[in-house]
């Protein structure tokens, strides 16, 4: 069996077993917050919007149309489009390097995990990336013959990226780049037919323009600004070593090193091979450098996948000149690399195993509890009055749960999250921006883990400046309150008065995981604005297993929490208990706090893993 006949062989099974793995994930995963806001766009057809151009809306709406109302019918079209990638850059790649190194380089689309689990999720990456190789694929053609169908494809290419993202602006100026590097593209560039391409192109960037010039260039502003700190942090190095994993680490090296050669001024390779190579170098060194000045709070290890799938095309022909042993093992670590990151996504569909790493830096809050607090939402307006009002508090809750009780207008507050994501302006747009008055019943949807935890308390004050004293809320702890929502049945107008915040606390010790004896100390601390804190249960299990005794005073608290405790103990707010955990067996259990307030309320707080020995 000749190569060409094994890799077109593996490329087909494997292609085959991924895509159908990713549609078994895409039925049962969570929709992403960032979906569900894309959903929630789809149902207010546009053709722009405040964070994106129109096209990964359209392709929700088109998919649910279609399918109807389910998370693979949101996903449906991205996995149609991931699925369609890898056969495009196989087929780019034999043109040039023969049908060999075309169906190596679909198959490392397949394995390397960044492109892989493309379309697991209905993001803007998904058709940008279909664009980036439509784009590429034309741009080389164009440099060996200048016609008719070679252009059309560049202008297809530039307009499904102009309706992606903001992002493919960038794909755009590297591809020009690297045409203005080579002799062969500057001439490229001088044919009327390349600039008629370039022109439809640009028109497809009008309903972004027009959206940005009626509303003062918000988008543009949050893309290009305020999202960014636009100075130097030292995250762009761990930016480089995520890129490393997410890429797998000897096909980023072997990627690096196409990277080099591309740039140096004696390349010999052909034309084509210089091409690619160096819109892949161009794209992804220089995201490298803007990892150290960009955002570095947003997820962003995706940014550089234009430029990976450049290389692709010729990444084969330097992993010939490995040793099969390097080989081998170039191969097997991409696949495995694959295999995780789909784990990751089997994981995060699970609610047992999420669970698990409740109250980890690894827990997919993102992902999680939206089905649950659905059913809580659905159970309180079945006891509410009919025209009961439902508003949350950010634009993650109301898009959320728009999709989980498919309504897409459920009004929002405003929110640091709505500014912070882009997504305000288009909640006034929509007219869902909910100032905080009201003429009817209101279940108030609050996410209290959507709130830094020393930021907390002071976002509950502001609710309270916002619709008027709280009642008691009804607490919605899921996965052990790693997500935690409250929910509050506020009255038709405005209850003025002394605001009486839900409950603040935390457990100082044990730590979370740490390993105790079957007797252990717990102690803490719990505020609660204008009435206070009466009684703090601790509960293993949740099973009451002691009841704590105040323990004196926390001035380190008034610091942490900004001064902005109304609790009239303050700063006599610790607690402390023992317990004895002799009946329970070895193993992680859960320690969490029951709080009953001065007007009796009564709160089940987050618990933390401990480890009994």
Same mark, same amino acid.
């Given at each position: 069996?000749?190569?060409?006949?094994?890799?077109?062989? #593996?490329?087909?099974?494997?292609?085959?077993?991924?895509?159908?793995?990713?549609?078994?994930?895409?039925?049962?995963?969570?929709?992403?917050?960032?979906?569900?806001?894309?959903?929630?766009?789809?149902? %207010?057809?546009?053709?722009?919007?405040?964070?994106?151009?129109?096209?990964?809306?359209?392709?929700?709406?088109?998919?649910?149309?279609?399918?109807?109302?389910?998370?693979?019918?949101?996903?449906?079209?991205?996995?149609?489009?991931?699925?369609?990638?890898?056969?495009?850059?196989?087929?780019?790649?034999?043109?040039?390097?023969?049908?060999?190194?075309?169906?190596?380089?679909?198959?490392?689309?397949?394995?390397?995990?960044?492109?892989?689990?493309?379309?697991?999720?209905?993001?803007?990456?998904?058709?940008?990336?279909?664009?980036?190789?439509?784009?590429?694929?034309?741009?080389?053609?164009?440099?060996?013959?200048?016609?008719?169908?070679?252009?059309?494809?560049?202008?297809?290419?530039?307009?499904?990226?102009?309706?992606?993202?903001?992002?493919?602006?960038?794909?755009?100026?590297?591809?020009?780049?690297?045409?203005?590097?080579?002799?062969?593209?500057?001439?490229?560039?001088?044919?009327?037919?390349?600039?008629?391409?370039?022109?439809?192109?640009?028109?497809? #960037?009008?309903?972004?323009?027009?959206?940005?010039?009626?509303?003062?260039?918000?988008?543009?502003?949050?893309?290009?600004?305020?999202?960014?700190?636009?100075?130097?942090?030292?995250?762009?190095?761990?930016?480089?070593?995520?890129?490393?994993?997410?890429?797998?680490?000897?096909?980023?090296?072997?990627?690096?090193?196409?990277?080099?050669?591309?740039?140096?001024?004696?390349?010999?390779?052909?034309?084509?091979?210089?091409?690619?190579?160096?819109?892949?170098?161009?794209?992804?060194?220089?995201?490298?450098?803007?990892?150290?000045?960009?955002?570095?709070?947003?997820?962003?290890?995706?940014?550089?996948?234009?430029?990976?799938?450049?290389?692709?095309?010729?990444?084969?022909?330097?992993?010939?000149? #490995?040793?099969?042993?390097?080989?081998?093992?170039?191969?097997?670590?991409?696949?495995?690399?694959?295999?995780?990151?789909?784990?990751?996504?089997?994981?995060?569909?699970?609610?047992?195993?999420?669970?698990?790493?409740?109250?980890?830096?690894?827990?997919?809050?993102?992902?999680?509890?939206?089905?649950?607090?659905?059913?809580?939402?659905?159970?309180?307006?079945?006891?509410?009055?009919?025209?009961?009002?439902?508003?949350?508090?950010?634009?993650?809750?109301?898009?959320?749960?728009?999709?989980?009780?498919?309504?897409?207008?459920?009004?929002?507050?405003?929110?640091?999250?709505?500014?912070?994501?882009?997504?305000?302006?288009?909640?006034?747009?929509?007219?869902?921006? %909910?100032?905080?008055?009201?003429?009817?019943?209101?279940?108030?949807?609050?996410?209290?883990?959507?709130?830094?935890?020393?930021?907390?308390?002071?976002?509950?004050?502001?609710?309270?400046?916002?619709?008027?004293?709280?009642?008691?809320?009804?607490?919605?702890?899921?996965?052990?309150?790693?997500?935690?929502?409250?929910?509050?049945?506020?009255?038709?107008?405005?209850?003025?008065?002394?605001?009486?915040?839900?409950?603040?606390?935390?457990?100082?010790?044990?730590?979370?995981?740490?390993?105790?004896?079957?007797?252990?100390?717990?102690?803490?601390?719990?505020?609660?604005?204008?009435?206070?804190?009466?009684?703090?249960?601790?509960?293993?299990?949740?099973?009451?297993?002691?009841?704590?005794?105040?323990?004196?005073?926390?001035?380190?608290?008034?610091?942490?929490?900004?001064?902005?405790?109304?609790?009239?103990?303050?700063?006599?707010?610790?607690?402390?208990?023992?317990?004895?955990?002799?009946?329970?067996?070895?193993?992680?259990?859960?320690?969490?706090?029951?709080?009953?307030?001065?007007?009796?309320?009564?709160?089940?707080?987050?618990?933390?893993?401990?480890?009994?020995?």
């Amino acid at each position: 069996m000749d190569e060409e006949q094994r890799a077109r062989q #593996w490329f087909i099974a494997v292609w085959a077993i991924v895509t159908v793995v990713k549609i078994a994930i895409a039925a049962q995963l969570p929709l992403f917050v960032d979906e569900a806001f894309y959903w929630q766009e789809g149902r %207010h057809l546009a053709a722009a919007y405040s964070d994106l151009p129109g096209l990964t809306a359209w392709l929700t709406r088109l998919g649910t149309e279609l399918a109807g109302h389910h998370v693979l019918a949101v996903r449906a079209p991205f996995l149609l489009m991931a699925a369609l990638l890898p056969w495009m850059v196989g087929r780019a790649a034999a043109h040039w390097f023969g049908a060999g190194v075309g169906w190596q380089a679909a198959l490392l689309t397949v394995v390397m995990p960044l492109s892989g689990t493309l379309g697991l999720l209905a993001l803007p990456d998904v058709p940008m990336a279909l664009a980036t190789v439509l784009c590429a694929d034309a741009g080389a053609r164009l440099l060996r013959e200048v016609d008719a169908m070679s252009a059309t494809e560049l202008a297809l290419g530039l307009m499904l990226g102009a309706l992606s993202h903001y992002r493919f602006i960038g794909v755009i100026g590297v591809g020009l780049l690297a045409l203005l590097w080579l002799p062969q593209g500057r001439k490229v560039l001088r044919d009327a037919r390349v600039w008629v391409a370039l022109a439809v192109g640009v028109l497809a #960037w009008a309903p972004l323009l027009a959206w940005n010039l009626e509303y003062a260039d918000a988008g543009l502003r949050f893309q290009l600004l305020d999202r960014h700190p636009w100075r130097f942090h030292r995250d762009g190095f761990r930016f480089v070593a995520v890129q490393a994993a997410m890429a797998t680490p000897l096909l980023f090296w072997a990627m690096l090193v196409i990277c080099m050669r591309s740039l140096r001024s004696d390349q010999k390779a052909g034309t084509q091979w210089r091409y690619f190579a160096l819109l892949g170098a161009v794209s992804t060194l220089g995201f490298f450098a803007l990892g150290f000045f960009a955002d570095n709070e947003r997820v962003s290890f995706h940014w550089p996948l234009p430029g990976y799938l450049a290389l692709l095309f010729v990444t084969p022909l330097l992993l010939r000149e #490995w040793s099969p042993g390097q080989r081998r093992a170039t191969w097997g670590i991409a696949a495995l690399g694959m295999m995780l990151m789909l784990g990751y996504y089997v994981a995060v569909s699970l609610p047992g195993l999420r669970s698990q790493v409740a109250g980890s830096k690894y827990y997919p809050e993102n992902f999680a509890g939206w089905d649950a607090l659905a059913v809580e939402v659905r159970a309180m307006r079945a006891a509410l009055p009919e025209g009961t009002v439902l508003l949350a508090d950010n634009f993650k809750t109301g898009a959320e749960l728009g999709f989980a009780l498919n309504d897409a207008d459920i009004p929002v507050l405003d929110h640091p999250l709505n500014r912070k994501h882009g997504r305000a302006p288009q909640l006034r747009l929509w007219g869902l921006e %909910h100032a905080g008055p009201r003429d009817a019943p209101t279940l108030l949807v609050v996410g209290a883990t959507d709130v830094k935890f020393s930021a907390l308390l002071a976002h509950y004050q502001q609710l309270c400046d916002v619709v008027g004293a709280l009642p008691p809320a009804r607490v919605v702890n899921i996965d052990h309150g790693a997500r935690r929502f409250l929910l509050f049945v506020l009255p038709a107008g405005r209850t003025e008065g002394e605001c009486i915040t839900p409950v603040v606390a935390n457990i100082d010790v044990p730590q979370p995981g740490a390993s105790v004896e079957r007797r252990f100390s717990v102690g803490g601390w719990a505020v609660k604005d204008v009435v206070g804190v009466t009684k703090v249960e601790v509960l293993l299990d949740g099973r009451v297993v002691a009841v704590a005794s105040e323990a004196g005073a926390n001035e380190w608290l008034r610091g942490f929490l900004r001064n902005a405790s109304r609790d009239p103990r303050m700063p006599q707010v610790q607690f402390a208990a023992e317990v004895d955990a002799g009946g329970v067996p070895a193993g992680t259990h859960w320690l969490g706090l029951r709080v009953t307030g001065g007007d009796g309320s009564v709160e089940t707080w987050a618990e933390q893993p401990v480890d009994i020995r």
